[in-house]
């Protein structure tokens, strides 16, 4: 595995890409410093496998899947996966679940934003996937529970053979 080497690009970066939840399956780790450190950067190598995971191994889906596929209650739920959730917290990802369930994601998730960069952040890879970035797993994971086909995203960072090969990700860029 090459390492990644940062590249000087210029692109419209953090714009907005629409892009199908049931796509996404692979999210970074939590240990990984890309995103904060490089943002709006484009890297070569294979960073987008070497630290990454498959989505469905992301605590924040497990719980989500517990809760509302499994119908557990909060208590089952944290006993299901291992830590707890603080009454804030549930009373959040309650909300969001059933105002995207109710108004879709798109509408529903705006009265619950904090501000422009609320948006589920991902990375391109190099054939155009969409790679979650670590930001917005709760509307993420709810997406993919309720078969929700197309949602918003924000582009962080790009890898080298996307960009090059002027491929557009696997979803549609947006003019917001």
């Given at each position: 595995m090459g390492k990644s080497q940062l590249m000087s690009i210029e692109?419209?970066?953090?714009?907005?890409?629409?892009f199908d939840p049931r796509c996404v399956n692979r999210r970074m780790n939590k240990h990984?410093?890309?995103?904060?450190?490089?943002?709006?950067?484009?890297?070569?190598?294979?960073?987008?496998?070497?630290?990454?995971?498959?989505?469905?191994?992301?605590?924040?889906?497990?719980?989500i899947h517990a809760r509302f596929v499994d119908n557990l209650s909060w208590c089952d739920t944290e006993t299901k996966i291992g830590h707890q959730v603080t009454a804030e917290r549930r009373d959040y990802i309650d909300a969001l679940y059933h105002s995207i369930k109710e108004k879709g994601f798109i509408r529903g998730q705006e009265e619950l934003?904090?501000?422009?960069?609320?948006?589920?952040?991902?990375?391109?890879?190099?054939?155009?996937?969409?790679?979650h970035a670590k930001e917005g797993n709760h509307r993420l994971s709810i997406a993919k529970i309720l078969d929700i086909?197309?949602?918003?995203?924000?582009?962080?960072?790009?890898?080298?053979?996307?960009?090059?090969?002027?491929?557009?990700?696997?979803?549609?860029?947006?003019?917001?």
């Open positions: 692109e419209d970066f953090f714009c907005l890409v629409e990984w410093k890309g995103l904060r450190d490089n943002c709006g950067k484009v890297y070569s190598g294979a960073w987008h496998m070497a630290y990454s995971r498959p989505y469905f191994d992301s605590p924040n889906y497990k719980m934003m904090v501000d422009n960069h609320d948006y589920i952040r991902v990375h391109i890879g190099p054939s155009g996937e969409i790679i086909e197309r949602v918003i995203g924000r582009i962080y960072i790009r890898h080298d053979s996307f960009v090059r090969n002027k491929r557009k990700p696997n979803g549609n860029y947006l003019d917001v």
